[in-house]
């Protein structure tokens, strides 16, 4: 295919929406979609209640059925002032798992919801730690503007404080809830209006030298506008000074407010999104080589697997972040893990109006691949010239259960199936220090019921889990052990590299230990 690849993949913009549940990632994820024409009406991206289901029907129930898969709104790809954009999906409550945070592995920026009634949320600081980890780019949208929620120099100064990452302001609220009058546009310079006066031409207002708008307007004699002015004014001079090079190092996030139930404040977010946000970079290898996004040898690496919940089928869809060169259906690579030839066949790209066969997908793109075992996660794929990316990370699980086979007499497939779904990086697995007992971790509840079903289904093996909560895991170096260490606060277990770590019963529990041991060094996964 004739294609430009250099333009390809500069236009191209993966990122991923962290945030905490109910904060605004489906509105703002469906109002992005209205504005770029992919949908046209409310209600499409994520079927509520009953008020519509329409997107379940149509696409997704559809595609289930057509493929026996079930594929959630795991990427959605949209078009949008000339780029394109990769919506990569981080489930949020009941189904967080390992996934959600393998994900974040995958995009080039996040895009941090905040409810500005509620300010910085335990799921959002767990996925910016994550996000924080990598040095990517985190550009925050303070949303539901509409409502009276807390001052905006207090959410700023907690965001700053709770995640320990400075904030550059974009635009300012000139008031909240009913006395919202706009934004005090600083990137801009400019006021963006809620109600315009006139005509549509009025919605932005250029400011001029002195900070203020030129003309008659009712709303400048408001106090809500003079503190807004004065806000701003404090703000330039004292605040963080917008700098590209840390908002892409992620180092210092631009910070925007709106409301994205009734689309203020939305376009401009995206449209500076746009701007600022990284195009694909080049990614590193394990030797330490770099593979350039424009290279026209294809590679790509599997950050996520979605396997199938239907007991009456047993394909899966392996998701594959394409990291360099151009993807057409029908293509040759090698399994580098395996050193295994695939011809890439049956590929599916997740267009929010369309979802169709992959025609051609370059550096950037998530591409789904429909899999009968082949792979597994963090595996690389490539032709032309032999890669092999870094492993992904592993994430300290924080629930934990005892398993056994429910039948002893399956003790084999018991046996088997755990050790090919740990391999895959479905569960995590520890063993009691002395008496073997198996334990097995997850970051999220939903990852325990997966892996169950998958046992039963996959390896017609049947488990019983018991459940011990929440517990901190903290390594400790095999040298420093001292089986006395483990008391009635923690437990004692290894991992599946026969690493030692201390299961606390909470963070009490961790302290109490650290002030017993000052010299040992504990460490936590990512
Ligand atoms: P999530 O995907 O992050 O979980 O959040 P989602 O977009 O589903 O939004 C959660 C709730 O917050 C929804 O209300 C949604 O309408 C509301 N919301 C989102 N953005 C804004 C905003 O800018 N302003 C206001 N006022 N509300 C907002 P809900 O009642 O739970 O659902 P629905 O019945 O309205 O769909």
Redesign the pocket.
Known sequence: MNINIVEEVNKRRTFAII??????????TEALLLFSGAIREKGTV?A??K?SNKFAKSDWMEIEKQRGISVTSSVLQVHYDNHQINIVDTP?HEDFSEDTYRTLMAVDAAVM?VDSGKGIEPQTKRLFEVVSHRGIPVFTFM?????DGREPLELVAELEEVLGINAHIMNWPMGMGKSLIGLYDLYNQRLELRNPQDDEDDLYLPLNDQGDVDGDYDFKESSVYQQAMEDAMLLSEAGNPFDLEQIQQGKLTPVFF?????GFGVQTFFDAYVDLAPHPSAIETEDGQEVEPYSEDFSGFIFKIQANMNPAHRDRIAFIRIVSGVFEPGINVTLERTNKKLRMAHTTQFLADAREEVQLAVAGDIIGLYDTGNFQIGDTIYNGKKVKFKPLPQFTPELFMRVTPKNVMKQKSFHKGMEQLVQEGAIQLYKTYHTEEYIIGAVGQLQFEVFQHRLLHEYNAEIVMTPIGHKVARWIDPADLDPNMSSSRNLLVKDRFDQPLFLFDNQFAENWFKDKYPEIELKSLL
Do not use: E, Q
């Open positions: 945030s905490h549940p109910d904060a605004g990632k489906t509105t703002i994520k509520k209640g008020k949020g919801v949303n539901k503007l509409d409502r709106g409301s994205a139930l009734t």
